[in-house]
């Protein structure tokens, strides 16, 4: 399916964001590995020139994230509206996906606010409120699909009285060894949603398994001026 394959060419160019490269091989562009800073991520290594990695996300950006973004989204709301039972699958995959992509783009986001020194949750607030607001909408889209026969709580014995009478065996293997997987991760599930723990793998990808799901505000601070929601000059000054 042609969603499928620029759905995972929309995610491969979404986690390179994520990554740090590094030169390896004689020719250096003129720079010099790192040999101070040991909490530099790429010590003993030769980093990228600055000019060239803004080359690098010029090209990601507009020639791969930007048009397949459009296209993907596109395309997954008209198998979401269509909601025809074949292509549940394929939705619980790219909302999968998706949401442990957003959590492992707010914990990378989490990461670069602590490298930076900055007193509050995340580097990009700005950016990491829109990737949560996008989790919810993607969470909307999947609960519209699921809610009225959910895979993981029906009684397959009588599959063949429900919407899912087609589905592959190999398919179904798949379900109940997730619903399983998901039984035993429960508490952890409920821990990440009581403690707000947004970076965790499964906080966003947990809520596909709630009954009764609703749309969840996170927590997202502005400014460097607050810690804990108390001013910081009561900590440091």
Not at 14 to 21: N, Q
Request: hydrophobic share 40%; charged share 25%.
């Amino acid at each position: 399916m042609q969603l499928l394959t620029n759905f995972f060419r929309l995610w491969v160019a979404i986690r390179r964001t994520a990554t740090t490269e590094h030169i390896v091989g004689e020719d250096t562009l003129d720079m010099v590995p790192e040999s101070k800073d040991r909490s530099y991520p790429l010590f003993g290594k030769v980093p990228l020139p600055p000019v060239m990695i803004q080359q690098l996300d010029m090209i990601l950006t507009l020639g791969i994230l930007e048009p397949l973004r459009k296209r993907v989204l596109e395309d997954f709301q008209k198998l979401v509206v269509a909601n025809k039972p074949k292509s549940w699958m394929t939705i619980y995959l790219i909302t999968f996906m998706f949401l442990h992509s957003c959590a492992a783009l707010s914990e990378e986001n989490f990461r670069n606010a602590r490298k930076h020194g900055l007193r509050r949750r995340f580097a990009i607030p700005t950016f990491i409120s829109g990737l949560h607001e996008g989790a919810n909408v993607f969470l909307c889209h999947y609960h519209y699909c699921t809610e009225p026969c959910n895979p993981f709580t029906m009684d397959w014995k009588r599959r063949h009285v429900t919407r899912f009478a087609d589905i592959p065996i190999g398919d179904i293997h798949f379900l109940l060894e997730s619903r399983d997987m998901i039984r035993k991760r429960a508490d952890m599930f409920r821990r990440t949603r009581e403690e707000n723990i947004y970076e965790d793998d499964l906080y966003f990808v947990a809520q596909m398994f709630e009954k009764d799901w609703q749309p969840r505000d996170t927590v997202i601070e502005y400014d460097d001026g607050t810690l804990w929601e108390v001013d910081l000059k009561q900590y440091y000054g």
